[in-house]
């Protein structure tokens, strides 16, 4: 059976989609490590805020993710899109 060229470590650097529930101001997106923020709001729906970018290693996403998880708002999904 082949190996896969790529893995995921917790060491080495990966692109993400964090979808949260719930507003996140776009200019935030320096304090989220320069991931990209797009909030979607709907009427009578509630926001959905989806940041997507890469991080340094699983230090780096943790630190996103306690940073978002501060604001109290429900995480929808955390996505790995690409080991980078």
């Known amino acids: 059976m ?4 790529e893995k995921l470590t917790v060491y080495g650097p990966a ?9 996140v101001a776009e200019n935030w997106s320096d304090y ?8 979607k709001i709907e009427p009578d ?5 989806t940041l997507t970018g890469q991080v340094l290693d699983q230090a ?8 978002l998880y ?3 708002l429900p995480f929808l999904s955390v996505e790995c899109l690409s080991i980078d």
């Open 2 to 5: 082949a190996q896969p060229k």
């Open 15 to 23: 692109t993400y989609r964090i979808q949260i529930q719930g507003a």
């Open 32 to 39: 989220y490590g320069g991931m990209t923020i797009q909030a």
């Open 45 to 49: 729906q509630p926001p959905v805020t």
């Open 60 to 67: 780096a996403l943790m630190g996103v993710l306690n940073r």
């Open 70 to 72: 501060g604001l109290c």
